[in-house]
């Protein structure tokens, strides 16, 4: 579908859902048992308890990796990073997210969530998420002789071939399962730990991992909300929602042309929106790095220049990861994935200014050309130029975009550009 028809469609969907979705603070499960001749003892159709360990397992991995002192527990921790890449023959410790003073999380191990999980193979972080979810359950298992709704997804299953798939996106996306009732503050606080009463829907005094936790995709999008200028959070939730009710309606039989055709459109405001928030993140940490370098500039002595550096890294490579989850939906950008890459680069420009050009026969990053941290700069305002042309985002965390024409007339008076 054309970019410009998909947004219509999502924001007509999106426009009716809310018209509803004010009144009740509806949640994302229980669902009743439709498959037919189920004789098990499953009350509750929902399960997206798989995705919840890969999500887990990707937060325990990038605390893993800041455990690392810059060389001597190298193989350790290189070992541990593994062990929760490619899955353990064991049960894994949660690394993150953990208990936060009285923010108490339920699960201490990945196979209290899900057993025997792993996220190798799968794009990875932001990406994983957006791809599996977008381009794969929202997308031909949507069709009508993939994962029919008239059989259970696997033999003894308590949920149907669509209801799983439908399941599956939203345990990738992963609000808390009464994030809609919630305002973007509660969201975005419940992900930083920071507010029991409100994440602990059934009062237990522990946080549920697998429905009472924020994490990653729905995160940004709260993030992006609490700006008051989006509506992410409400609208992909609405959508989900209201998609797992059409799809249990259908009482265990197929969906009609009609009923899938809803379906899709639901699906679509997913995508649509889902697609903004890797966006707006992308614009946030373009517009970090921006400041980052002018604060490395603006330093007084090393130890300050230093602090400077490790900040603009770290955010360079948030920028990075946005930028190619942006890339991994259902949607090619074409020539605006091109732009944004070469803007971007291969990695950031270093301390003497030289920048990745390539790589060689092998294997090693070849660092033969060199980029003023002025002209770098200038890439990151027209990262975030493309990324409001292309996406037309709202919130724009960190706007650095009134300086373009400032910036351009610098460097153009003091040089700057991209030498060998």
Known sequence: ????????????????????????????????????????????????????????????????????????????????????????????????????????????????????????????????????????????????????????????????????????????????????????????????????????????????LKTEFVFGPAYYAAGADKSGKTTYMTDIMTAFIEGRKLISSAQGEDLTDEQRAQLKAYAATIEANWEKVLAEATFKYAGSVYKDIKKIGDAVNEEERAKAYRAYVKHWGELKGFAMALQSGKNNLGRTAVHLNRLIGYGPVTMDETIVSGIDADGNFVRDRKLSWSSYQLNMLRVQELLLGTFGIEARANDATAELASLVDSLNTDGGAETD
């Open 1 to 208: 579908m054309p970019r410009a028809s998909l947004k219509f469609t999502s924001a007509l969907v999106a426009a009716t859902l809310l018209s509803g979705a004010a009144a009740t603070a509806d949640t994302y499960g229980p669902f009743p048992i439709t498959v037919k001749g189920y004789e098990g003892d499953k009350t509750n159709s929902v399960a997206y308890s798989g995705q919840i360990a890969r999500h887990v397992l990707h937060d325990s991995l990038k605390k893993l990796a800041s455990k690392g002192d810059g060389g001597a527990n190298a193989a350790e921790v290189e070992a541990a990073l593994l062990s929760y890449f490619n899955g353990a023959e064991g049960d894994l410790e949660i690394i993150a997210p953990t208990s936060k003073g009285d923010f108490k999380i339920q699960q201490a191990t990945v196979n209290e969530i899900s057993k025997g999980k792993n996220i190798s193979g799968k794009f990875y972080d932001g990406a994983m998420a957006y791809n599996q979810a977008v381009d794969n359950y929202l997308d031909e298992k949507l069709e009508a002789d993939t994962k029919p709704n008239s059989k259970p997804y696997k033999d003894g299953a308590p949920y149907t071939g669509k209801e799983h798939v439908w399941d599956e996106a939203f345990g990738y996306f992963v609000a808390a399962a009464h994030s809609l009732g919630l305002s973007a503050e509660d969201n975005y606080n419940i992900a930083k730990k920071k507010d029991l009463a409100i994440a602990d829907a059934n009062g237990d005094g522990v946080v549920d």
